[in-house]
Structure formats: C-alpha cells, structure tokens
C-alpha cells in the first residue's frame, strides 16, 4: 500500500484510543512530548448484541466525562468521544475515517482492552483494516523523588 501524502507528518492529527482513568493519564503524559497539531481522544464502550451490555451507558458516559477532564488539562482543544459498537477495533477505525486522521496512536497497557487488541489477531486486524499507520507510545519515565 502507498501511503497517502497527509500520513508524512504522523503526529499531525491523530485518534487516541482510551480505556480508563490511570490509562489516560499515563497516555497524556507521553502524549505532551510528542506534541501532536490535533488530537481527538476516543472511549469505545463496549456492546453486545442480544445482550445487556457490559456497562450501563450512564456509567460509561460518566466514565468518559472524567477522561475528557484529563484530557482538556494539557490538550484544551481535544476533540473526546464516546462511541458505543460491539467491534472497538472498528470503531477506532471509524473514528480514524471521521477526522481524516493522519495516525492512530496508543500506549500499550497491560490488561486493558487495548492490549488485548493489539497483542492478539485485533491487532492485525488494526493494522490491515485501515489505511492509517498505528503508533505505539513509549511507557512513561517514572519521576525520581530525589
């Protein structure tokens, strides 16, 4: 696949995908050195067809709230949305396609729906199903107290 021209400039205006409240902060904190143009931060809660879902939408609503909050505190122009699909890979992608984003950015976490996207066949299917090139962020420096 050729990339497209607007892919050059990786950091330009990119989709964040976030899972919760420690994730998210860890995530801007990498985020800051990297200084994306534009940044759209994305909480996909999850569904499931023919079943309740596995959080209320209320809860997953107030839950998107406080990640906003951690966003707007060092990317006041973040664009955070709230997607609700039983395909998340999909939906980063979606999200991606809305915004004519230029990359797809995440923080590899542990036990997080993400890593489990992008440490099994989701992340192939990440990878191969869209056009956008997926970063993975550095784990951040821990501060030394002395």
Request: hydrophobic residues 35%; proline residues 6%.
């Amino acid at each position: 696949m050729k990339y497209q021209e607007k892919h050059i400039d990786l950091m330009h205006n990119i989709v964040v995908p976030v899972s919760g409240e420690e994730d998210t902060r860890k995530t801007v904190q990498e985020l800051q050195y990297f200084d994306p143009d534009h940044v759209t931060a994305v909480f996909v809660a999850e569904e499931t067809e023919g079943y309740p879902n596995k959080t209320p939408n209320d809860v997953s609503e107030e839950i998107a709230e406080n990640l906003q909050e951690l966003f707007v505190e060092h990317f006041p122009d973040v664009d955070f949305r709230l997607v609700q699909a039983t395909d998340m890979v999909e939906a980063i992608i979606e999200t991606a396609d809305d915004v004519d984003a230029t990359a797809i950015v995440y923080r590899p976490r542990q036990s997080s729906f993400i890593s489990r996207i992008l440490s099994s066949s989701q992340s192939e299917k990440l990878m191969t199903h869209s056009s956008y090139p997926v970063v993975a962020l550095p784990e951040p420096e821990e501060m030394d107290d002395d």
